[in-house]
């Protein structure tokens, strides 16, 4: 009953033709041969109808196709292809497993995609990475960091050094989506952004979407981040880690029953903490973090599979007694796949996500606890009905629950206790999608996406006055709506091949997002508190074009692409003068509401297979805010408003024993606001400020050089070394500059650099 | 909160330079800056008036002469204030008293500014404590530090602002403290501050003073900004210039205020 309610809805959403004719199905998973797990993104064509699939996150694929022999093709970068003949005249299961290229110790692979991949897929605005495209990439202490190397492509911005937030096509660093095993990452830094809380060995895919992102993301104007954690080696158990400057790294994984199901653990500790113990300035402060990625799966039957995965990881940072904070996410995602038969895939998820922070301060005879956070219960469908090769459709929903601690804060006798009210949201969406190929030269994949916000209660709602004092308070009892919003999200995107080598597409998106980050300095810390929408608060909404073309030359091993694109936000966040925000339980009074646009062309040449591969990327945008309240209500740039950005990544392989590499980063100073005078106050300096963000730090750039020496060992054991020099030449780049009088009453302008000639050694194992 | 920040930031600082450099400031036209103060306490009180310089000109102010200065009050008191040096103007019989609000009147070349400040009453301090704190960053400071803390009762159902200064060995120590009772409306409270270069023997005075709101907002924007510079380390989200109660676009502020003191010796 329920499978005919499916087919009915469909059958009314969608026109396809040719329904009449014997169609049969083939589907199946592709794996690694070696370890069993799934491939991403693996290639399954059919010459003789010029037709094909790709499998799709967990691994599986789907194609109806009329009835007659084939020959089957399947293949992934970086593996040998496999054909079958098969006579299709019933629908049939296939799964295939791929042997990994011996040829790979010759020539490095930096993509797992098929080569005409970015040609001919209806993906734009898309960068996709996994561990070891980046394995070579040198990084600050060796610590290979996938989002780091994301940085390195046109249009996402790092948000400066010692900060792994980004921004994306102008948007800020509260508008990207990160989602690891599907569960919300509210902060994606350790060590205040000098290291990303994913571990590269636990990682198997990463994929970023900067615009016209497909129906079924939503929440954040800018982009998705979708990061999905390694499964675990389905045939033998594998011991593998890493011994580095700063951290060390170690993951075991095996099959739990052969071929049926398999867990990982993957764990890393920093022991910053233990070299600063050595020296006589900094012996009494304790600073490191560690993380843990868990992940089990299991096969029931061909229909059903089982999977669970967490993350665990916390940052912790003392001086003496008197002082602590410590942070971290964690997240858990149980899902569920289940085949309803050949054609329609349904994933279910229950996913747990939370972030906080704790700081404990004892002076004295003070201590004091102070507790905030966000908690997120989400339940989540996602339906794929492979139709034919010609349509694709996915639809499904999320609910989530929200919980917002603004502060909890606790003390012994000398202090009061006190609590700020925690918010409550329920957000929900329901979307569509339909993967349409029209024609050989022209598809389609275009979808609508409802999503909606209730502010509930408990709690007090205020509202305020022009000068943001309170002059009303309204009481919510529990689960009372306080205020709801919602609308539309339209995606479209097209694809029009011009010929094998080159292809135009054109995009336009919708995204609402119903959560804020409010940030108490002018980078991201770990105290940022996420708010959500409310009485006050509006959503964010953004509106993107983009156009882009896409040529590959000498047999796709060189691939270039130009993208264009426009972005219009409504309802941005800035802050009063002077904003306090604190444990401020009046937050929304300190806030200004304005409007955004961004817009930029991005420049891509990247070369993927032999001896010498890696990519130069460009980027010229623009990005401003208006606010009324903000510089005569002019517009005005925004922080990362970075006119260039140039990253050049270069990796040579000599031998299958040595591989050397080096990237060079360049880009536009942060706009920034700098006093244009001073006056004096009370005796004191104090400087004089025209307009906001009317200055320019000084340009950034940097050069690292690594290098690895790997060792095959029998049996598949290996063993590499991998050395690596973080700013080559010693620039000094500014982190900060400030503006003060020294002793001797002369104001000057200071400016302190971090990380000079940062050199580091990790030894990698695996057996 | 600023400490937290600043503790982070040292922690990077065994990797890092620090370095005077040069920054290609715009040279803006000259503000007109005005600093006044009335009490409760015995006059004289003075206005001062000066102007801003470029950044990197030495520290020392144009002050602005020859313009009309009065002061008011809820009253009907008025007074013109005399030019007793360059920039700086007095009273000469003009009172302070609480519960009054005053008006100020500049008049620079024509140009007219005026600004209005009510001057509230405020509580008593009921104890002062001290306790030594060691709280040296990383080693890097071997003198004992010592947090001061007053105790006072907020008057409820009232709107209470409070700015409270030290003074050690009967100089202020220049930093700005401001507090309001939004959250605090009829407590006991305890406002305790680390002080810096204390030493046994100092007698720390405690100056608690009943501020208006718009004088609060003045100086709690003025404190997020001083010494603010741009990254991470900057106290404010984005430096500007502090929310003045003076009209017509002049920099600083015009403020009534009644004070209680107390005084503490460190033994």
């Not at chain 1, 921004?167 to 990160?178: A, E, F, M, P, S």
């Given at each position: 009953?329920?499978?005919?309610y499916?087919?009915?809805?469909l059958?009314?959403?969608?026109?396809?033709?040719?329904?009449?004719?014997?169609?049969?199905?083939?589907s199946?998973?592709?794996?690694?041969a070696?370890?069993?797990?799934?491939?991403?993104?693996?290639?399954?064509?059919?010459k003789?109808?010029?037709?094909?699939?790709?499998?799709?996150?967990?691994?599986?694929?789907?194609?109806?196709?009329?009835?007659?022999?084939?020959?089957?093709?399947?293949?992934?970068?970086?593996?040998?292809?496999q054909?079958?003949?098969?006579?299709?005249?019933?629908?049939?299961?296939?799964?295939?497993?791929?042997?990994?290229?011996?040829?790979?110790?010759?020539?490095?692979?930096?993509?797992?995609?098929?080569?005409?991949?970015?040609i001919?897929?209806?993906?734009?605005?898309?960068?996709k990475?996994?561990?070891?495209?980046?394995?070579?990439?040198?990084?600050?202490?060796?610590?290979?960091?996938?989002?780091?190397?994301?940085?390195?492509?046109?249009?996402?911005?790092?948000?400066?050094?010692?900060?792994?937030?980004?921004?994306?096509?102008?948007?800020?660093?509260?508008?990207?989506?990160?989602?690891?095993?599907?569960?919300?990452?509210?902060?994606?830094?350790?060590?205040?952004?000098?290291?990303?809380?994913?571990?590269?060995?636990?990682?198997k895919n990463?994929?970023?979407?900067?615009?016209?992102?497909?129906?079924?993301?939503?929440?954040?104007?800018?982009?998705?981040?979708?990061?999905?954690?390694?499964?675990?080696?389905?045939?033998?158990?594998?011991?593998?880690?890493?011994?580095?400057?700063?951290s060390?790294?170690?993951?075991?994984?095996?099959p739990?029953?052969?071929?049926?199901?398999?867990f990982?653990?993957?764990?890393?500790?920093?022991?910053?903490?233990?070299?600063?113990?050595?020296?006589?300035?900094?012996?009494?402060?304790?600073?490191?973090?560690?993380?843990?990625?868990?992940?089990?799966n299991?096969?029931?039957?061909?229909?059903?599979?089982l999977?669970?995965s967490?993350?665990?990881?916390?940052?912790?940072?003392?001086?003496?007694?008197?002082?602590?904070?410590?942070?971290?996410?964690?997240t858990?995602?149980?899902?569920?796949?289940h085949?309803?038969?050949?054609?329609?895939?349904?994933?279910?998820?229950?996913?747990?996500?939370?972030?906080d922070y704790?700081?404990?301060?004892?002076?004295?005879d003070?201590?004091?606890t102070?507790?905030?956070?966000i908690?997120?219960?989400?339940?989540?469908?996602?339906?794929?009905?492979?139709?034919?090769?010609?349509?694709?459709?996915?639809?499904?929903?999320?609910?989530?629950?929200?919980?917002?601690?603004?502060?909890?804060?606790?003390?012994?006798?000398?202090f009061d206790?006190?609590?700020?009210?925690?918010?409550?949201?329920?957000?929900?969406?329901?979307?569509?999608?339909?993967?349409?190929?029209?024609?050989?030269?022209?598809?389609?994949?275009?979808?609508?996406?409802?999503?909606?916000?209730?502010?509930?209660?408990?709690?007090?709602?205020?509202?305020?006055?022009?000068?943001?004092?309170?002059?009303d308070?309204?009481?919510?009892?529990?689960?009372?709506?306080?205020?709801?919003?919602?609308?539309?999200?339209?995606?479209?995107?097209?694809?029009?091949?011009i010929d094998?080598?080159?292809?135009?597409?054109?995009?336009?998106?919708?995204?609402?997002?119903?959560?804020?980050?409010?940030s108490?300095?002018?980078?991201?810390?770990?105290?940022?508190?996420?708010?959500?929408?409310?009485?006050?608060?509006?959503?964010?909404?953004?509106?993107?074009?983009?156009?882009?073309?896409?040529?590959?030359?000498?047999?796709n091993?060189?691939?270039?692409?130009?993208?264009?694109?426009?972005?219009?936000?409504?309802?941005?966040?800035?802050?009063?003068n002077?904003?306090?925000?604190?444990?401020?339980?009046?937050?929304?009074?300190?806030l200004?509401?304005?409007?955004?646009?961004?817009?930029?062309?991005e420049?891509?040449?990247?070369?993927?297979t032999?001896?010498?591969?890696?990519?130069?990327?460009?980027?010229?945008?623009?990005?401003?805010?208006?606010?009324?309240?903000?510089?005569?209500?002019?517009?005005?740039?925004?922080?990362?408003?970075?006119?260039?950005?140039?990253?050049?990544?270069?990796?040579?392989?000599?031998?299958?024993?040595?591989?050397?590499?080096?990237?060079?980063?360049?880009?536009?100073?942060?706009?920034?606001?700098?006093?244009?005078?001073?006056?004096?106050?009370?005796?004191?300096?104090v400087?004089y400020?025209?307009?906001?963000?009317?200055?320019?730090?000084?340009d950034?750039?940097?050069?690292?050089?690594?290098?690895?020496?790997?060792?095959q060992?029998?049996?598949?054991?290996?063993?590499?070394?991998?050395?690596?020099?973080y700013?080559?030449?010693?620039?000094?780049?500014?982190?900060?500059?400030?503006f003060?009088?020294?002793?001797?009453?002369?104001?000057?302008?200071?400016?302190?650099?971090?990380?000079?000639?940062?050199?580091?050694?990790?030894?990698?194992?695996?057996? | 909160?600023?400490?937290?920040?600043?503790?982070?930031?040292?922690?990077?600082?065994?990797?890092?330079?620090?370095?005077?450099?040069?920054?290609?400031?715009?040279?803006?036209?000259?503000?007109?800056?005005?600093?006044?103060?009335i009490t409760?306490s015995a006059?004289?009180?003075?206005?001062t008036i000066?102007?801003?310089?470029?950044?990197?000109e030495?520290?020392?102010?144009?002050?602005?002469?020859?313009?009309?200065?009065?002061?008011?009050?809820?009253?009907?008191?008025?007074?013109?204030?005399?030019?007793?040096?360059?920039?700086v103007?007095?009273?000469?019989?003009?009172?302070?008293?609480?519960?009054?609000?005053?008006?100020?009147?500049?008049?620079?070349?024509?140009?007219?500014?005026?600004?209005?400040s009510?001057?509230?009453?405020?509580?008593?301090?009921?104890?002062?404590?001290?306790?030594?704190?060691?709280?040296?960053?990383?080693g890097?400071?071997?003198?004992?530090?010592?947090?001061?803390?007053?105790?006072?009762?907020?008057?409820?159902?009232?709107?209470?602002?409070?700015?409270?200064?030290?003074?050690?060995?009967?100089?202020?120590?220049?930093?700005?403290?401001?507090?309001?009772?939004?959250?605090?409306?009829?407590?006991?409270?305890?406002?305790?501050?680390?002080?810096?270069?204390?030493?046994i023997?100092?007698?720390?005075?405690?100056?608690?003073?009943?501020?208006?709101?718009?004088?609060?907002?003045?100086?709690?924007?003025?404190?997020?900004?001083l010494?603010?510079g741009?990254?991470?380390?900057?106290?404010?989200?984005?430096?500007?210039?502090?929310?003045?109660?003076?009209?017509?676009?002049?920099?600083?502020?015009?403020?009534?205020?009644?004070?209680?003191?107390?005084?503490?010796?460190?033994?």
């Open positions: 009953m329920k499978r005919k499916f087919l009915l809805v059958f009314t959403l969608i026109f396809f033709n040719g329904f009449t004719q014997n169609k049969f199905t083939i199946g998973y592709v794996k690694d070696k370890n069993g797990e799934e491939l991403i993104g693996a290639t399954i064509f059919i003789e109808i010029q037709k094909g699939t790709i499998t799709n996150v967990y691994g599986f694929y789907s194609l109806t196709i009329p009835e007659g022999e084939y020959a089957i093709q399947y293949s992934y970068m970086g593996y040998n292809s054909e079958f003949l098969l006579n299709l005249n019933e629908s049939k299961t296939k799964n295939v497993e791929l042997v990994e290229s011996t040829k790979q110790l010759e020539e490095i692979v930096i993509t797992a995609q098929k080569k005409d991949h970015n001919k897929s209806t993906e734009m605005g898309v960068v990475m996994n561990p070891k495209d980046i394995s070579a990439v040198p990084v600050l202490f060796g610590e290979k960091d996938l989002m780091k190397t994301l940085q390195l492509m046109p249009g996402i911005k790092s948000a400066g050094e010692g900060n792994s937030g980004y921004t994306v096509r102008g948007g800020t660093t509260d508008q990207n989506l990160i989602l690891l095993d599907e569960a919300t990452v509210y902060n994606a830094s350790h060590l205040l952004g000098f290291f990303s809380v994913f571990n590269s060995d636990a990682i990463m994929k970023m979407i900067k615009g016209g992102g497909p129906a079924q993301y939503g929440g954040r104007l800018s982009s998705v981040l979708d990061i999905q954690m390694k499964e675990g080696n389905m045939k033998e158990y594998d011991v593998s880690g890493g011994l580095g400057l700063i060390s790294r170690l993951t075991v994984e095996g739990i029953v052969k071929d049926k199901g398999s990982i653990i993957s764990g890393r500790r920093t022991y910053l903490d233990l070299f600063l113990k050595l020296t006589e300035d900094y012996d009494d402060i304790t600073l490191y973090f560690y993380d843990l990625n868990l992940k089990a299991y096969r029931i039957n061909d229909k059903n599979r999977y669970i967490g993350y665990f990881g916390r940052d912790i940072f003392s001086f003496e007694d008197m002082m602590g904070i410590d942070w971290g996410n964690s858990g995602t149980i899902r569920w796949n085949l309803f038969n050949d054609r329609l895939f349904l994933n279910s998820s229950l996913i747990f996500s939370n972030y704790d700081i404990n301060s004892d002076i004295g003070n201590e004091l102070i507790t905030s956070g908690n997120d219960i989400d339940l989540k469908e996602d339906f794929t009905f492979f139709i034919n090769p010609q349509n694709t459709l996915k639809f499904g929903g999320k609910f989530t629950y929200h919980t917002y601690i603004p502060g909890e804060v606790s003390g012994n006798e000398n206790s006190f609590n700020q009210d925690k918010d409550y949201g329920y957000e929900a969406a329901a979307y569509i999608s339909h993967q349409w190929n029209l024609s050989d030269k022209l598809s389609f994949e275009y979808g609508l996406r409802y999503s909606m916000f209730m502010a509930a209660g408990p709690g007090d709602i205020y509202s305020y006055d022009d000068s943001g004092d309170v002059i308070t309204t009481t919510y009892k529990s689960n009372e709506i306080i205020k709801t919003y919602g609308g539309l999200e339209p995606r479209f995107n097209a694809t029009y091949l094998d080598k080159s292809s135009l597409k054109l995009s336009y998106s919708r995204n609402r997002q119903y959560i804020h980050q409010v108490n300095s002018t980078s991201g810390t770990p105290m940022d508190a996420w708010i959500p929408t409310s009485n006050i608060v509006e959503p964010g909404i953004s509106d993107q074009v983009s156009l882009g073309y896409f040529r590959n030359f000498l047999d091993q060189i691939e270039t692409s130009v993208e264009v694109y426009y972005k219009d936000m409504q309802n941005q966040i800035d802050y009063e002077g904003a306090d925000l604190f444990l401020n339980p009046f937050i929304e009074s300190q200004v509401f304005g409007k955004g646009r961004s817009y930029g062309a420049f891509l040449l990247k070369k993927n032999g001896k010498f591969t890696g990519w130069l990327s460009y980027t010229y945008s623009r990005t401003e805010k208006q606010f009324d309240d903000i510089n005569d209500g002019d517009w005005y740039p925004t922080k990362y408003d970075r006119t260039h950005d140039i990253s050049i990544v270069g990796m040579y392989q000599f031998n299958p024993k040595w591989n050397v590499s080096a990237s060079w980063v360049y880009y536009t100073g942060n706009a920034v606001t700098f006093p244009s005078g001073k006056y004096e106050i009370e005796g004191q300096t400087n400020y025209t307009e906001r963000n009317g200055y320019r730090m000084p950034y750039h940097r050069l690292d050089i690594g290098a690895t020496y790997t060792k060992k029998k049996k598949g054991r290996e063993a590499s070394w991998n050395f690596s020099l700013n080559a030449y010693g620039r000094e780049n500014a982190y900060t500059i400030t003060e009088e020294n002793d001797d009453g002369i104001t000057e302008a200071l400016q302190l650099s971090l990380f000079r000639w940062i050199p580091s050694i990790t030894y990698n194992f695996k057996f | 909160m600023k400490k937290i920040t600043y503790i982070f930031i040292i922690t990077l600082l065994f990797s890092s330079c620090e370095k005077v450099i040069d920054v290609d400031l715009n040279s803006a036209d000259p503000q007109i800056v005005i600093e006044g103060v409760n006059g004289p009180f003075s206005v000066t102007q801003t310089t470029d950044y990197f030495p520290s020392s102010y144009p002050a602005i002469s020859n313009s009309i200065v009065n002061i008011s009050d809820s009253e009907g008191n008025f007074e013109t204030l005399v030019e007793v040096e360059p920039g103007y007095q009273t000469a019989n003009l009172q302070g008293v609480e519960g009054r609000t005053y008006d100020l009147y500049v008049n620079i070349d024509g140009v007219e500014y005026t600004a209005s009510y001057m509230p009453p405020v509580t008593t301090i009921d104890s002062l404590e001290y306790e030594e704190i060691d709280i040296g960053f990383g890097q400071s071997d003198e004992d530090n010592y947090a001061v803390f007053a105790h006072f009762m907020d008057t409820e159902n009232i709107e209470n602002y409070y700015r409270i200064k030290y003074y050690i060995n009967s100089e202020f120590d220049g930093e700005i403290h401001v507090i309001d009772d939004q959250l605090l409306d009829g407590n006991d409270i305890e406002y305790g501050s680390i002080l810096e270069d204390v030493e023997s100092d007698e720390v005075i405690v100056e608690l003073l009943g501020i208006d709101e718009n004088v609060y907002d003045y100086f709690n924007t003025l404190s997020t900004i010494g603010d741009q990254g991470p380390s900057s106290g404010s989200t984005t430096p500007s210039n502090p929310n003045s109660n003076i009209s017509n676009g002049a920099l600083g502020y015009f403020s009534a205020y009644s004070s209680v003191l107390d005084t503490l010796v460190i033994n």
